[in-house]
């Protein structure tokens, strides 16, 4: 299993930038999507997680900038981030729990993350 991140990049701050991630493989389902970051110096932190249904939540540092979404056909997470500030400048991280084919369990994957990068 793979999960591909794609969106990341250089923006000025009040900008906006949406982020892809992509699961592929063997895949029989999966259950919860997040994305997290690592900013300079940082811990990694969780930034918003959606389940299969739709539920969400968000840490308070993204609340009303931010909004994660999902489409279960194409095994894709996606976070739009709007109003962004230099201090959302990190290494975007895709996760989430699969479990593949053939097997019982759901095992948690990550993606190989996204730089965005916000000047001020």
């Known amino acids: 299993v793979q999960l591909v991140e794609s969106g990341g990049g250089l923006v000025q701050a009040g900008g906006s930038l949406r982020l892809s991630c992509a699961a592929s493989?063997?895949?029989?389902?999966?259950?919860?999507m997040a994305w997290y970051r690592q900013g300079p110096g940082k811990q990694r932190e969780l930034v918003t997680a959606?389940?299969?249904?739709?539920?969400?939540n968000y840490a308070d540092s993204v609340k009303d900038r931010f909004t994660i979404t999902r489409d279960n056909a194409k095994n894709t997470v996606y976070l739009q981030m709007n109003s962004l500030k230099p201090e959302d400048t990190a290494v975007y991280y895709c996760?989430?729990?699969?479990?593949?084919?053939?097997?019982?369990?759901?095992?948690?994957?990550w993606g190989q993350g996204t730089q965005v990068t916000v000047s001020s």
């Open positions: 959606i389940t299969p249904s739709g539920t969400t």
């Open positions: 493989g063997r895949i029989f389902r999966i259950n919860n």
């Open positions: 996760n989430a729990d699969v479990r593949r084919i053939g097997y019982v369990n759901f095992y948690n994957y």
